[in-house]
Structure formats: C-alpha cells, structure tokens
C-alpha cells in the first residue's frame, strides 16, 4: 500500500479544537502506532541551518527503524533492542542511548498511552493532525511533532507525513516522508549494522 500527500508538515496555527475532537484525533493517532507492522518511505531531513539529506526509511514495530542515507552521506541511524544508535562512518564514530529518551521513542513502542504524554497541536489545516510528544518530567529527551494527513486508506484512517523534533538545546530537525507504503515485508537483519571501530568500510 503507497500513501503520499503533498501538504506541508507545519500548517498555520488556528483556533483551539473542541476537546472531544482532539481527543478523537488523539485515539486515531494512537491506534495507527498500533496497527502499523512495517513502513517503508523516502525521507527528507532539513536542520535549522537549511541543510537537507536524503535517503530511504525503514520502520518495523515493535522498536525498530533505520534511516539509511543517500549515497554519499556516511551516517546511518538505527534503532533496534532498546538502543538507538547514530554511526558516522566518516570518523568512525558510534554513538548510543536508549530509545526511551529520544523523540523518536514515541514511534516505537505503541504500547504506551499517548494521553500521558502527547497533545494534539491544533492547525490550519483540516487535512493534518498534528501531535507533540513530550516527557514532562525529562525535558532532556526533547519534543517532537509527528504530523499525519487524513486518509481513509491509511491505517486508522491516517498516513504519517513526517515530523518536527527538537532536542534539549533546540536544535530543530525536520523530516519529510514520501512513497510510504505500509504492511510490507522487512527482515529483522535489515536493522544490523557494521561497526566502524571495528572494521572498515559501511554497510
């Protein structure tokens, strides 16, 4: 299944939404983390310097995503057994934290209850919902925005866009997804990597 919307990520702020409604929007979001199986996408990442990459996402629940770069980019991001971890080819480094504290955590693990920790951002546009995450008791962890179109052929009735996160120090990390297609087969060995402390060369 390919779903793809060309609306913008952040829409115009509008008035608040009824309560019920954000509610409503709030369990449709919550019921698409947990009947996603698997997505694939391309993505596009934009930092608040302007500098945007590209590359391929894969994304296997529970707990794993991998954000694999074009071709001339030497990062690569995986989440897999609790950890996510960044590797920069180009210096061989490695770095590693549990998924828990990072934004994206919201995305792999759809057993927890949104209305603990996220609000539905009220919009311009009717098309969007869009919902910010946050753990108010570790600011650290950062925030982010995952923003969904409406779609009836989507799971839940959605399809995710893409997000807006922003760490401890606000820097602003947009990322734009196109072509996902939703239920496919991914292998769990799609989320292995090669380490650079001990080899040379990029997986």
Do not use: C
Not at 31 to 40: A, D, E, G, K
Not at 97 to 108: K, M, Q
């Amino acid at each position: 299944m390919i779903r793809s919307a060309p609306i913008a990520l952040l829409a115009a702020v509008a008035a608040p939404m009824p309560a019920g409604a954000q509610q409503a929007d709030l369990a449709s979001v919550q019921r698409f983390l947990q009947s996603v199986t698997t997505m694939t996408a391309d993505f596009s990442q934009a930092d608040r310097n302007g500098r945007v990459l590209t590359g391929t996402l894969s994304w296997k629940q529970p707990g794993k995503i991998r954000f694999q770069y074009q071709k001339d980019v030497p990062l690569l991001i995986v989440a897999e057994g609790g950890a996510l971890t960044f590797v920069d080819y180009s210096v061989r480094q490695v770095q590693r934290w549990p998924i828990r504290n990072s934004p994206l955590g919201v995305l792999l693990d759809p057993r927890r209850d949104l209305a603990q920790f996220a609000r539905v951002v009220p919009g311009g546009d009717p098309r969007l919902v869009s919902v910010e995450a946050r753990d108010p008791k570790h600011p650290e962890y950062g925030r982010i925005t995952l923003v969904f179109a409406r779609d009836a052929g989507g799971p839940a009735g959605l399809t995710l866009q893409g997000w807006v996160a922003l760490d401890s120090q606000n820097n602003r990390t947009t990322v734009k997804l196109s072509n996902q297609r939703y239920g496919g087969t991914i292998a769990d060995n799609a989320f292995k990597w090669v380490d650079p402390r001990r080899t040379v060369g990029r997986r």
